[in-house]
């Protein structure tokens, strides 16, 4: 398989249907010592694409990736969350074309914004850096409560 087999866009109402297959994804991911993907609920993702505030990865009409963006601190701050390849689409390059059009979407949306990536796995990690993300304390981050809170559904919470 290829990349060019792969299309990644904004998500829009007419993938409301892969809801399932992505928290399942995202659950199964969750499981994975080290990766620090936060559990959502269905309607939360849901959301998050009938606002145009998420990316999908597909192959024909299978799902292959998504990643989503949320704003706090009355849009100062921007996350780039969520990133998620399905186990057989991985190796092939997908996160970094999610993670890349998930910033461009942000910083259209959002140009003064101060995006940031929470992660605790190490290829994120390089990732974010391959992409120009810098890193930064968490007192560099937002204050709001409500983004705090929303980390408790992440397995390394107690890291944070």
Not at 51 to 69: N, P, Q, T
Not at 73 to 87: A, F, M, N
Not at 116 to 122: E, Q, R
Request: aromatic fraction near 10%.
């Amino acid at each position: 398989m290829t990349q060019d087999e792969l299309t990644v866009e904004v998500a829009s109402e007419k993938h409301l249907i892969y809801v399932d297959e992505i928290l399942k994804t995202i659950e199964d991911a969750a499981k994975v010592r080290g990766t620090g993907i936060a559990k959502r609920k269905p309607e939360y993702v849901a959301q998050k694409i009938k606002e145009a505030k998420a990316v999908i990865a597909l192959k024909g009409k299978r799902f292959a990736g998504f990643s989503y963006i949320e704003t706090w601190e009355h849009k100062q701050y921007v996350t780039t969350s969520g990133l998620i390849v399905h186990p057989d689409f991985r190796g092939l390059g997908l996160a970094k074309r999610i993670k890349d059009l998930t910033f461009s979407l942000a910083r259209t949306r959002w140009p003064h914004a101060k995006i940031f990536s929470l992660t605790s796995g190490a290829a994120v990690m390089t990732m974010n850096t391959q992409l120009g993300y810098k890193p930064v304390t968490f007192a560099e981050l937002t204050s709001d409560e409500a983004f705090w809170k929303g980390c408790d559904g992440c397995i390394n919470v107690d890291v944070l």
